[in-house]
């Protein structure tokens, strides 16, 4: 069977750039729903299954090229009642000068939201987006844990997006500091695959 090249998974990474900046200004148009899009395109290049590897970030590994991302310092929440891991109301969310650089999968694993008794990481909210909510399937049953994150009583009070809930809203905010990451790693994969001749 032929084995898919790097060169095929650089432009893969492309496209899902693309899709990637379509689904974000769909999302700033107001069309919230578009979260869930976008959650299946984040889980394209970024999570490994038993059937289907991820794009990154082992194709940025295989040259050397170094990946981090910006996430928030560990945080104790043994005390925490409520905490958001990313910017509510208003669009295009800053890069606070708290955030400090991760290793993907700290910041993959990173948790985001905590409603006592529940935490969520970055990673858990995005697939859940993506593999029951519609993204790339509708699962019948939602897990009891996960509730609390599509009822009515999670609702974001944005006066821009008043659909908005706590999922759509991470997932947002995951999508918009990962569009700047591959815009800026695009280039250096591009280089260090196809060098030119």
């Known amino acids: 069977m032929p084995q898919i090249t790097d060169e095929d998974y650089l432009k893969r990474l492309i496209e899902q750039r693309d899709f990637l900046r379509s689904e974000l200004k769909e999302y700033e148009k107001g069309q919230v729903h578009f979260a869930y899009k976008m959650a299946s395109t984040l889980r394209t290049i970024f999570h ?16 050397g090229i170094h990946i ?19 910017v509510i109301g208003g669009l295009r969310p800053p890069q606070p000068p708290h955030r400090v650089e991760k290793p993907f999968d700290d910041y993959w694993n990173e948790i985001i939201y905590v409603e006592k008794p529940y935490r969520y990481t970055r990673k858990q909210l995005v697939l859940f987006a993506a593999n029951k909510l519609g993204g790339a399937h509708v699962d019948p049953e939602i897990p009891e844990n996960m509730l609390i994150l599509t009822q009515g009583n999670v609702k974001l009070g944005s006066q821009t997006h008043p659909e908005e809930l706590v999922l759509t809203r991470a997932v947002y905010d995951t999508g918009w500091h990962i569009l700047q990451k591959l815009d800026s790693l695009i280039p250096e994969l591009e280089k260090a695959i196809k060098p030119p001749h």
């Not at 490994?48 to 040259?63: D, F, G, H, M």
């Not at 981090?68 to 990313?86: A, E, K, N, T, V």
């Open 68 to 86: 981090s991302f910006m996430g928030h310092p560990d945080q104790d929440f043994s005390r925490c009642i409520m905490y958001l891991g990313f």
């Open 48 to 63: 490994n299954t038993s059937s289907s590897t991820a794009i990154l970030p082992a194709l940025a590994e295989r040259y």
